[in-house]
């Protein structure tokens, strides 16, 4: 029976009726609730209600902190949860939300939530989740949350589909890692983007002694290796056509032959594939079979590329840097450093920043903080044109020189600028088009600034 502790507060509850005898239903199932102090409104708790409106949902966004602890929804009956009103609170936070009435054991459907996600919420919390697949923000949160589940309580097919440094393999190797089978093998890991296509039989299932030309002894496969564990398939969208088909008959059936074999193998192994590409477009483009597609998709999970999780920037680079010297405590970062880290685009995502760390790191010495002088100079940010200071000490002693011997700013301004036009036709050997351009000035501007100066010098137009 679980013991479970948490807060109960009261939205409403419909006329005639009380929620108490449904606390009391609670605490027989092993729920145990006392009311919430709405001053300090932490984790896990039950609202009850008889409406959704905007308050209440305002009240479960700020209890759950935006789904980041456990607040289950319990509706007075099925007119509390009319119009859509359960997806509103499950938008503002809320884990569930049904109606008192739905079942003939509601106490009992609490006691299983409520046990259920305080053993995924503890493996989420764990060691193991936080030292490889870091993140605090409330969509990361969801999303290992989900992940922990399926591994934990399903023996489900994963598809993890996210750009190239999200943590695919990282998930892949957390899945085998909280599966639960008993006597459970090895992870075996095949990367499709390396397999040559006149071996993949070979890679796949395994050969006989003499079964091709080089076969020299016979070999076990991935589909025998893995049997009793779980194959990865990294990048499975990689799979030509014809061992798409192969694949899809060995996950339906669970037997293979060798090549070159008569005998048929038997194997039980659970799959969990990634890809970088969107194979919901590839099947329709026929480039996927959408057999397949929905074989190794029983759950599908997306990691959001970084750019879209800028909170978890500094507890990564943070993580990166414990790990970079685990033999002391990592330094910290000054102001200007988190800011330019968090502003800082990241095309190849975690991978990427996880690179930028690791050279910040070698720079850095002393005990004091990590400062933008950390920075490698190619990481440096490039500057404005109005914060580029291009002037030399040889710009300066020019001017200082003219105005020595009598020059005038105007005069000093045309013969500048006479030198900035004679400079860019110069080096765009005479296209005027080209010029103007680094000038920063039309076409026409040039040309006819160009005619009066060579009409002010007695030239005749070409």
Not at 53 to 82: K, P
């Amino acid at each position: 029976m679980s013991r479970t502790r948490v807060w109960h507060t009261i939205a409403g509850w419909r006329e005639g009726a009380s929620p108490l005898p449904a606390v009391e239903s609670l605490a027989r199932a092993g729920v145990g609730s006392v009311p919430l102090d709405l001053d300090d409104p932490r984790g896990p708790g039950i609202v009850f209600f008889d409406a959704v409106d905007e308050a209440l949902c305002d009240f479960v966004r700020d209890a759950s902190r935006n789904g980041l602890e456990r607040v289950l929804g319990i509706g007075s009956g099925a007119a509390a949860l009319a119009g859509g009103a359960g997806w509103r609170l499950l938008r503002s936070g809320a884990s569930d939300v049904f109606a008192w009435d739905h079942s003939r054991d509601p106490a009992a459907e609490v006691a299983a939530r409520f046990e259920r996600w305080e053993a995924v919420d503890r493996l989420v919390a764990s060691p193991l989740v936080q030292h490889n697949l870091v993140g605090r923000s409330a969509a990361w949160t969801g999303l290992m949350r989900q992940i922990v589940e399926v591994a934990c309580f399903t023996d489900a097919p994963v598809l993890i589909t996210g750009e190239s440094g999200t943590g695919k393999e990282l998930v892949a190797r957390l899945v085998h890692t909280l599966d639960t089978r008993p006597r459970k093998r090895d992870l075996v890991v095949l990367d499709c983007t390396t397999i040559v296509p006149e071996l993949s039989g070979s890679e796949f299932f395994g050969h006989e002694r003499g079964a091709f030309t080089g076969a020299v002894g016979p070999r076990e496969g991935a589909f025998a290796l893995a049997d009793g564990g779980t194959l990865f398939l990294d990048e499975v969208g990689e799979l030509p056509p014809g061992m798409q088909a192969q694949l899809l008959r060995v996950v339906q059936e669970k037997t293979f032959k060798r090549v070159g074999g008569n005998a048929w193998n038997r194997t039980e192994f659970r799959l969990v594939c990634a890809t970088n590409r969107n194979l919901v477009d590839e099947v329709a483009r026929g480039g996927f079979r959408g057999d397949l597609y929905y074989r190794i998709a029983s759950v599908a999970f997306h990691l959001p590329p970084l750019r879209d999780r800028p909170e978890d920037v500094l507890p990564l680079v943070r993580h990166f840097l414990e790990q970079l010297r685990p033999q002391e405590d990592p330094p910290e970062l000054d102001d200007a450093m988190c800011e330019y880290l968090q502003k800082r685009e990241y095309p190849g995502n975690v991978r990427d920043l996880r690179q930028l760390v690791t050279r910040i790191a070698y720079r850095h010495v002393g005990p004091g903080p990590i400062t933008i002088g950390d920075l490698p100079a190619d990481e440096r940010p490039v500057p404005l044109a109005e914060e580029l200071e291009w002037r030399d000490p040889s710009f300066d002693t020019s001017i200082r020189r003219a105005l020595s011997q009598g020059i005038g700013l105007k005069e000093i301004g045309r013969l500048a600028t006479e030198a900035a036009i004679s400079i860019a036709i110069g080096d765009e050997e005479g296209n005027l088009q080209r010029a103007a351009q680094r000038l920063g000035v039309t076409d026409r501007a040039l040309q006819m600034r160009q005619a009066a100066r060579r009409q002010s010098a007695g030239e005749k137009p070409n």
